[in-house]
């Protein structure tokens, strides 16, 4: 890829790529767009359910790590809300619990 467009992947750990396995899914920005590549992988689509439900939690202990971020719980919170509105239910509002110091 030339160097003035340069794409940040994120690289995976030496022991994932020491073990066998099969990437499902993989998600990019481009500019302001979003840019899924994914693989069939599951046979019931429910599993794709408990995979996101996965990622999701990892995505809100991320979010709380930083010093000024919300809590794990407020993090799962506002993303719930935000992929129910993508998905076209109605938005809640934003817990008002404070955030962690």
Known sequence: ?????????IQLPKDVL????????RAGLIGDELTVSAHRAF?????WGE?????????AVLYSAE????????ALAEIESAFAAGLGAR???????????
Do not use: N
Request: aromatic share 4%.
């Open 43 to 47: 046979k019931d689509p429910a599993e």
């Open 91 to 101: 938005r809640a509002t934003k817990p008002s619990a404070p955030r962690k110091r």
């Open 18 to 25: 020491e073990t066998e396995g099969t990437e499902i899914l």
């Open 67 to 74: 010093d000024d971020g919300p809590t794990e719980q407020e």
């Open 1 to 9: 890829m030339p160097e003035e467009f340069p794409y940040h992947a």
């Open 51 to 59: 995979a996101l439900a996965k990622i999701v939690q990892h995505l």
